[in-house]
């Protein structure tokens, strides 16, 4: 248990398709991170949040991304019109104890094919 | 030049040897600094903070040189448990976020 829940933790779907995941950090954080992750790769920040307010977005984060936390718990990263190029990791973390440290979600992984 | 960049590696080396793996960071305004372990398949975990003294956690010891903006992680006595991959980690800018993670540099210990 890694205390960020993270939904679904696999999904494949077909190029062009919609897909959208979920994070549920356990207690509250006031901030909450999207990361990707590609084999080989470290992760790469995507966005982040202080309670529902969406302070910074990468510019990987193009204009088929969104990210919400309406009521600054959980969050939602919708990808619009999937590409094969979105294959990859996306990990959410919860900023924890100490300031800068990250508690990471287990990860959903996403197959565009 | 990357953010973050760190040794390619792997590292393939036998139980009980020291490794060092080195980081450096191109943004002279980061403040924190940290290495996380990732295990295969598994999310990053925090192994340690890196302070501007130096760190030691056990068989792991931390260095920062902000003045070559070069970062060390030291490991003695490698475990089997050791096998993972090893991420250099720094704040963007003075104001501390988002974290910035470099790509990793694996490590083997071999029996």
């Known amino acids: 248990d890694t205390g960020v829940s993270q939904d679904p933790r696999h999904k494949i779907t077909k190029r062009g398709q919609n897909v959208t995941f979920r994070c549920d950090p356990i207690?509250?954080?006031?901030?909450l991170y999207w990361y990707r992750q590609t084999l080989g790769q470290g992760p790469e920040f995507l966005t982040y949040?202080?309670?529902?307010?969406?302070?910074?977005k990468s510019r990987l984060l193009s204009d088929r991304f969104s990210a919400e936390r309406p009521k600054g718990s959980f969050s939602t990263l919708e990808i619009q019109r999937t590409e094969q190029g979105d294959s990859a990791m996306y990990l959410c973390?919860?900023?924890?104890?100490?300031?800068?440290?990250?508690?990471f979600g287990a990860g959903s992984r996403l197959t565009v094919l | 030049r990357k953010e973050v960049e760190q040794d390619p590696g792997p590292f393939n080396v036998p139980e009980g040897a020291t490794v060092a793996f080195n980081c450096t960071y191109s943004?002279?305004?980061?403040?924190?600094f940290f290495w996380y372990r990732q295990d295969c398949r598994k999310e990053p975990k925090l192994l340690m903070s890196?302070?501007?003294s130096g760190n030691e956690d056990g068989r792991f010891t931390a260095q920062l040189n902000r003045a070559s903006q070069y970062i060390s992680l030291l490991i003695r006595d490698s475990k089997l448990s050791d096998s993972a991959t090893y991420l250099c980690v720094v704040t963007r800018n003075s104001g501390n976020t988002p974290l910035v993670f470099g790509k990793g540099t694996r490590l083997s210990v071999i029996a």
């Open positions: 943004n002279s305004a980061s403040q924190s």
């Open positions: 890196v302070y501007s």
């Open positions: 973390a919860a900023e924890g104890s100490g300031a800068n440290v990250l508690t």
């Open positions: 949040f202080q309670n529902e307010a969406q302070l910074e």
């Open positions: 207690s509250e954080h006031n901030r």
